[in-house]
Structures are given as structure tokens and as C-alpha cells.
């Protein structure tokens, strides 16, 4: 149980498309979520914290307004890169939090071309 | 300012020997301490993880050290085998995350089991 669905798993866009990545929680009610960047051969940071129906809360040097977050309702948390650059290029991860820790989406590999 | 430092950064352990991996965290409001595993090109899967009420947790061949005075844990791979070869993360969250804390993590462990 407690299963993370993130799609997609990877994707290539244009420099100045917007992405959009989707975390569905499948088997629980999500009232958090958190999202994380991650670049090679280094750890998770953490950009943003979603709750549902509410604004999510950005880390300090996160953009807001280039990473949207949306967390309409409680199985669905949506990250929207927008104009993105290659710089943007990492791998992004969902998390979902419980009672009894944490469970995490499979990630989505974003390359910016 | 890191609040959980974790070491080594690199690990290679021959097949069928012991892994240890440490961390150390600072902040004593942390109450949970899991260890999760990611393999290249997916998210991190939570291994195993202790509250600072116990000192040891085993599962299988992972067992998880906790000293709460020292402010240190590690993660024991027993019987290493090349399918446990990731990077391994610890981290530590308060209130098991509920009410929204996050979690942070170390900075990762790459190891290498080898034949």
C-alpha cells in the first residue's frame, strides 16, 4: 500500500515549453506532498511543500513562479516547469507524507534541450 | 548549515561482507530516522528506519544502530551482495513527518559490492 504514481517518468522539451509532472497518490489521501530536485551523484533537495487546497511553501531560492505547484486534491500534486531552460535538466521527485514516514513517487528524468 | 551529515561518500565491500554507513545528526527534535535506497534513474525506497526509543532495529540482513546521546546512526548491510549496490540516504524528519515536516537527508552513499 501507500503508492506514489509519478508520471512521466521522463521527458525532453524545448527550451521555453512548460512541463508539467503529475504525483498521484493511489491507494491513500495525500494532504502533503513534498517535491524534490535532485542532480547527479547528489542528494534530494527539498523545493517546495504542497498541501492540499492551500499555497504551496517555497525553500528559500526555489522560484515560485517558474516551479507552479498545484495540489487541487488529495491524490493529485502537479509540478509545472515553466519556460523551462536547460539549466532546469534534473531529476524531480515527489514524496508523499503518512503517519508512519514517508513514501516516495519513481521520479521524472526532465532534460531540457 | 547541514543537519545530517553522512559518511562515507563512496563505499566498496566485497560479496558477503559487512556495509556501515554512519550519519550524525544536530538537531534533537528529530524523532524519526529512516534509510532509504535509490538505484540509478528512480526515487529513493525506504529500507528501514528507528525512532529514538530503541537502539537497534533489525530487518533481514539491515540493521539500523541509534545512539541518541552521541546523536549518531547507521545503517549495517550484513552479507553484502551486488544487488545491494545503490546509494544509500539517511535522513530525519520530526513527528514521522505528520504535520508537514520534511524530511532531510544526508548526502548520500554510493556503495559498490563486488565479486
Known amino acids: 500500500g501507500a503508492v506514489v504514481s509519478q508520471h512521466p517518468s521522463w521527458v525532453i522539451c524545448k527550451s521555453g515549453t512548460s512541463v508539467k509532472i503529475e504525483c498521484r497518490s493511489l491507494?491513500?489521501?495525500?494532504?502533503?506532498m513534498f517535491w524534490y530536485r535532485q542532480f547527479p551523484k547528489q542528494s534530494l533537495m527539498l523545493m517546495a511543500t504542497?498541501?492540499?487546497?492551500?499555497?504551496?511553501?517555497?525553500e528559500q531560492g526555489v522560484e515560485k513562479d517558474k516551479f507552479l505547484i498545484n495540489h487541487a486534491s488529495l491524490t493529485l500534486s502537479t509540478l509545472t516547469v515553466t519556460s523551462a531552460h536547460p539549466e532546469d535538466s534534473s531529476f524531480y521527485i515527489c514524496?508523499?507524507?503518512?503517519?508512519?514516514?514517508?513514501?516516495f513517487g519513481s521520479g521524472t528524468r526532465l532534460t531540457v534541450v | 548549515q547541514q543537519q545530517v551529515k553522512q559518511s562515507p561518500q563512496s563505499l566498496i565491500v566485497q560479496k558477503g561482507g559487512i556495509s556501515i554507513i554512519n550519519c550524525a545528526y544536530e538537531?534533537?527534535?528529530?524523532?524519526?530516522f529512516p534509510w532509504y535506497q535509490q538505484f540509478p534513474g528512480k526515487g529513493p525506497a525506504l529500507l528501514i528506519a528507528?525512532?529514538?526509543?530503541?537502539s537497534e532495529k533489525k530487518e533481514g540482513r539491515f540493521t539500523i544502530s541509534f545512539n541518541k546521546s552521541a546523536k549518531q546512526f547507521s545503517l549495517h548491510i550484513m552479507d553484502s551482495q551486488p544487488g545491494d549496490s545503490a546509494t544509500y540516504f539517511c535522513?530525519?524528519?520530526?513527528?514521522?513527518?505528520?504535520?508537514?515536516?520534511?524530511?532531510?537527508f544526508g548526502k548520500g552513499t554510493k556503495l559498490s559490492v563486488i565479486p
Open positions: 538537531n534533537t527534535a528529530f524523532d524519526y
Open positions: 514524496s508523499a507524507s503518512l503517519m508512519w514516514g514517508y513514501t
Open positions: 491507494d491513500f489521501q495525500a494532504t502533503t
Open positions: 535522513a530525519a524528519s520530526k513527528n514521522s513527518g505528520a504535520g508537514s515536516y520534511q524530511l532531510t
Open positions: 504542497s498541501n492540499e487546497g492551500s499555497k504551496a511553501t517555497y
Open positions: 528507528i525512532r529514538p526509543d530503541v
